[in-house]
């Protein structure tokens, strides 16, 4: 049995680290489901990109062509629509 250190540590044993693909460096998720602790390993970033890409090609293909539009459709969308260009020039200057 694993025990937990002063700092709130564990170690994983060897073959589960081996079963769930875990190595030096993983990246977990750790959250409390029914009472228990989960620790599960994030997914690749890679595996995620195209896994998205995936999504946009399925769902683009079952919509047909889409055309962007150039205006918001009223006000409020536009003032969001403003504020998020707005909040994004400001975070690329940073």
Do not use: W
Not at 69 to 79: G, M, Q, S, V, Y
């Amino acid at each position: 049995m694993t025990k937990v250190d002063s700092k709130g540590r564990i170690v994983l044993p060897k073959e589960v680290r081996e079963r769930l693909g875990i190595t030096p460096g993983t990246e977990v998720d750790i959250r409390e489901e029914d009472g228990k602790a989960v620790v599960e390993p994030e997914d690749d970033p890679d595996e995620v990109l195209e896994r998205m890409e995936q999504l946009v090609a399925e769902t683009s293909s079952e919509r047909g062509e889409t055309t962007p539009l150039t205006e918001a459709p009223d006000p409020i969308a536009r003032k969001h629509r403003d504020a998020v260009r707005r909040g994004a020039e400001k975070n690329s200057d940073e």
